[in-house]
Each structure stands twice: as C-alpha cells, then as structure tokens.
C-alpha cells in the first residue's frame, strides 16, 4: 500500500466526469488532477479552464505518452474506450472508463484480456448507479429466502413521448455508440447484481425516426432502436423481461421487478417495495444503515491502487457480461431469432 501522490488525467471531460469523477477525485487524500484531453486542443484548454485544471492535451495519445500520468479517467463515448483503455493499460496506466465498457462484445473481450495481462493495473468500469442503494439489501434478502424461488424478472423504463424533431444524440448514433441501447446495458448490470445472468434471449425493436440532423446540419440514419422488448430465460430459472423505451409517454416511473413463490420486490424511485404472498400491497422495505449502498467510485479506485481494496463495480469481468448481453440482444434483432448467451 502507498499513499504517494496519484497524478490522474482525464480522456473525455463530459458531463458524468465533471459532475462525478473530477469532485470525487478530488475529495480523495493526495489525488491530484494533472491534465485534460477533449476533441480538439481548443475544446481541452476550455475544460482546462474552467475546472481549473493545469494541463490541456491536444491528442489523447498524448496523455497516454506522458510520464507524469498515474492513472487515466476514461470519459468518452463508447467509440473509444477499447482503444483508449488498452493504450492506457499498456502503458503502465491505471484506468477507469466510463460506461458503456465497449462497442461492442468483441471490444470488451480485448480490453478484459488486456487487462488480465496488467494485473498490477487497477481497471475499472463506472457501474450502474440507480440500484446502488439497494443492492445490498436485495442480496440479503434474496440469501435469505424472502422471494422463495425466483420466477420472473421485469423491468420497465421509459416514460417519455417520441420527438421526432430531437437532433441525433449520440446514444442514437451507432459510430459513436456501437451496440449499446438507451439505457439497456445499465438496467442488465443492476439485476446482474441480484441474481445473476441470462441464459438465452430474443429481443424485438423498432426505429420510428429513420434520419435524425446531425450537429452539423445533415442527416444520419439512426441504427439504434427508440424501443425495445426482450425476452429469455435467466441462468438461474427465472422468466426475464425488459422492456426499455423512449416514446412509452406517462408509462410512470422506470422499475425493475423480481417476482417470486414467496414474495415480490420491486426497486422503483430509488426506493425498495416488497410484499409476502398474502399481502394486499408492496410496501416500502426499511433498509438499515448498514447495507445502505451509494456512490464511492472514485474512492474505490484510488483504494484499488493503494493496494486498500478491490474494485467492485463495477469490474471488466462484469463489463463483459453486459457487454454479452447487448450483443445479443443485437444479433436477435438482426435475425429475428433467439440467441443463447454467452456469445
């Protein structure tokens, strides 16, 4: 364990990076922020600027090439992770990427095999956030027998009106994105966390807006559906069902349910309900203190580089389960067929 200085450069100042990494680097002993890399050497010296940051780097090979550099922040879009990841790694880096892991699953298998040949670097990808309250508790109770067998698992999220004049952003942009779809790769990684993986899957989807202007005024086909429904079979024996949307207006709060013989527990409104056959309601389920979860991903990787702790979320293995996942559901919309996992 060390508690040197961890000189820490960013690849990508966007909006999770600023309003998460950078403060929660920050708020860690001895940590300090030495350099920032955007799309241009203009765009770098802004965020430079204005987060007080002392170094702008014009190319990001740059950040991977300097000395000075302990670790590396990752805060990209998919398009460069794998390539930005495994330079970093390579160069004796530390890492911690951004969400999604990869483009696709082929990507994050690389920068997972990367990554086990410098195990002296701490890797790491920004988990799911939604869910980390409750995750613990789910766990427990789930140990602990509350649902009895699990049967079914479903989630919804959605709940806004399709606008069909929105420009393309670039979740919808498959150069950008790769496989990845609105915010099904995040919901996965949550109930990856409470009872495990899925075992087959068969995905059905649909793109209303075929073409969408791009930031400089043309138009790009959109690849990336605006709804999606998939079904399947979870390893552990559980009916599975996800349904993630951008034009189910007024469908209420995103939620994620797990039925079971015994009981029901649903995370919705960052709350946790549960109910016991018999009962008329969910009701809310009082989580103690200690197995209260929340936000230290930052924290944890600098405690993964002394030496202190090992990351948890969210590790490259489980990058490349969700990785999997949205490849599958990929290749099911492709063909229309059902997809067994792993691919």
Known sequence: MTQNPIRVAVIGAGRNTRDKHIPGLRAQDNVEIVGVCNRSIE???RAANELGIPKAYAEW??????????????GTWPYMHASATIAALQAGKHVMCEARMAMNASEAHQMWAVARAHPQQIAQIVPSPMT????????????DGYLGDVLAVDVVAGGDFLDPT???????????????IMGMGIWYEAVMRWVGTAKTVMASGQTYVKMRPTEEGRLKAVRVPEHVDIIGEMVC????????????????????TLYGSQATLQFTQNKLL??????????EVEIPTDLQGGWRVEEEFINAIRGCEAITHTSFEDGVKYMEFTEAVAESLAAGKLVTLPV
Do not use: E
């Open 43 to 45: 765009s770098s010296q």
């Open 61 to 74: 090979t740059d950040v991977i090439a300097d000395p000075a550099v302990d670790a590396v922040v990752i």
């Open 132 to 143: 980390l309250r409750v995750d613990r508790m789910i766990q427990k109770m789930l140990a």
């Open 166 to 180: 929105a420009p393309l952003h670039w979740r919808q942009d498959s150069d950008l994105s790769g496989l990845n």
């Open 237 to 256: 024996g559980a009916q599975f069902h996800m349904q993630i949307s951008s034009v189910t207006g007024l469908a209420g709060a995103p939620r994620a």
């Open 274 to 283: 549960g109910g016991k056959k018999g009962d008329a309601s969910l009701s």
